[in-house]
């Protein structure tokens, strides 16, 4: 409550409650990259040796995957009539879940419509992907689909 009411007030004598927006995004912009550097730390670890044993079989289900999730999204745009070069960004990248190609979208063009697409999708494609991720393992876990993937890949 401090922060809204000082916020409001922007200044009590010498003292400014204001933050400069480029000083905001570049918070933004360091702590993003504060959580990008843990989260691949993190996972490190264990990549080498996940990519050593099922590796091309991770490359090619994530391949499929991308590839069937912006079709899917590029037919439904074309179906409803999106031709905004600002919103198909936006929902591209919430579709991807990424901040980055938000960030990197938001640059180029209209940043309010990238914003918009991008929240309007970011939702539902971050429960897909852990009900996707779920199925995913599920689909590795019964023999016939993890022999006939190890064939086909080594």
Do not use: C
């Not at 960004?89 to 914003?115: M, N």
């Not at 429960?127 to 599920?138: D, R, T």
């Amino acid at each position: 409550m401090a922060g809204i009411v000082l916020g409001w007030i922007r200044r009590t004598g010498p003292l400014v409650w204001s933050m400069p927006y480029e000083i905001n995004m570049g918070l933004r912009h360091f702590g993003l990259l504060i959580f990008l550097a843990a989260v691949g730390a993190n996972a490190g670890a264990s990549l080498l040796p996940a990519l050593e044993s099922e590796g091309p079989l991770l490359i090619f289900f994530g391949v499929i995957i991308i590839f069937l999730t912006h079709a899917l999204a590029w037919l439904i745009m074309k179906i409803s009539g999106e031709h905004d070069i600002a919103g198909i960004l936006g929902v591209l990248s919430g579709l991807q879940t990424q901040p980055a190609a938000l960030s990197f979208a938001a640059a180029r063009v209209e940043a309010s419509k990238v914003q918009l697409g991008y929240a309007t999708v970011f939702p539902l494609a971050t429960i897909l992907k852990i009900i996707l991720a779920q199925l995913l393992l599920e689909m590795a876990r019964q023999p016939s689909i993890n022999t006939l993937a190890h064939k086909v890949f080594r």
